[in-house]
């Protein structure tokens, strides 16, 4: 079984774009409990910088969670110890996940 359970993916280093859950140990349902839970700052108004306001995103539903597939990738420049990344479903390595994308919350 994988060491994988959830956890906040970017585009860019430092980023959190989306929220991804192994598919194997999580419904969807699970998927937005628990989304809701670990990115609750990300669904209510908040201050940042210089005092502007970052507006809430709307709170993801299950049609909201999408279908994927994510492996680990050894170390590159950007990440030497390696990271998770998605994948193609038959990519080596590749296993099933849940992602809620935070772009399609707006």
Same mark, same amino acid.
């Given at each position: 079984?994988?060491? +994988?359970d +959830?956890m906040? =993916? $970017?585009? %860019? @280093? $430092?980023?959190? %774009?989306? =929220?991804?859950?192994? @598919?194997?140990?999580y419904?969807?349902?699970?998927?937005? #409990?628990l989304?809701?839970?670990?990115? @609750?700052?990300?669904?209510r108004?908040?201050? &940042? +910088?210089?005092?502007?306001i970052?507006?809430?995103?709307?709170?993801?539903t299950?049609?909201? #969670?999408?279908?994927?597939?994510?492996? +680990?990738? =050894? $170390?590159?420049?950007?990440?030497?110890?390696g990271?998770y @990344?998605? #994948?193609?479903?038959?990519?080596?390595?590749?296993?099933?996940?849940?992602? &809620?994308? =935070? $772009?399609?919350? #707006?």
């Amino acid at each position: 079984m994988s060491k +994988f359970d +959830f956890m906040t =993916f $970017g585009y %860019d @280093a $430092g980023d959190e %774009d989306m =929220f991804v859950t192994h @598919a194997s140990k999580y419904t969807a349902e699970e998927t937005v #409990v628990l989304c809701k839970r670990e990115c @609750a700052y990300k669904f209510r108004d908040r201050t &940042i +910088f210089h005092n502007r306001i970052l507006k809430a995103l709307r709170e993801p539903t299950v049609s909201d #969670v999408q279908d994927m597939y994510c492996a +680990f990738r =050894f $170390g590159n420049p950007e990440w030497p110890d390696g990271c998770y @990344a998605l #994948v193609g479903p038959t990519e080596r390595g590749a296993f099933p996940v849940r992602v &809620i994308d =935070f $772009g399609r919350l #707006v």
